[in-house]
């Protein structure tokens, strides 16, 4: 873009593509947590059968409801996802159509922010986990 002044049409094409960008990249987010997450409890449930005399299971089973918590999280934002835009369309209808001078608030907007936000601490925590426990029984790997 040059540094001229851009028209209406320029700005709403680009705002519009970098909304799309946006959500494309939400939805790539989504998956890879809930890959990794899926992934991290298949993975080590798998091969703990292999483990012989392991200590401190506690580290394990923290784990494993971390990462069981993300992805409840990350199930809840991709249900509440829909319902705010959904909300959002309801208050930009009233705001065109005039039935509502002062626009009342989308009362889901925010939350997916939040519990993705939660998911991916939860998600870190349940790995830091796994690894200190993975360190503390490298003997019975091995």
Known sequence: ???QQMDRKEY???RKL???LEASAYRDFDRTLLTLSSGAIALSVAFIDKLQNMVFM???MFSWLTWCISLFLQLASLF???KAMREEQ???NEQYKAYSKDPRQNKYLG???DLNL???ILFCLGTLSFIIFAILNIDCII
């Open 1 to 3: 873009m040059s540094k």
């Open 12 to 14: 709403l094409e680009e």
């Open 18 to 20: 970098l909304v799309e």
């Open 58 to 60: 506690n580290l394990l």
């Open 80 to 82: 509440l996802t829909p």
């Open 90 to 92: 309801v208050i930009l």
């Open 111 to 113: 939350w997916s922010s």
């Open 118 to 120: 939660g998911s991916v």
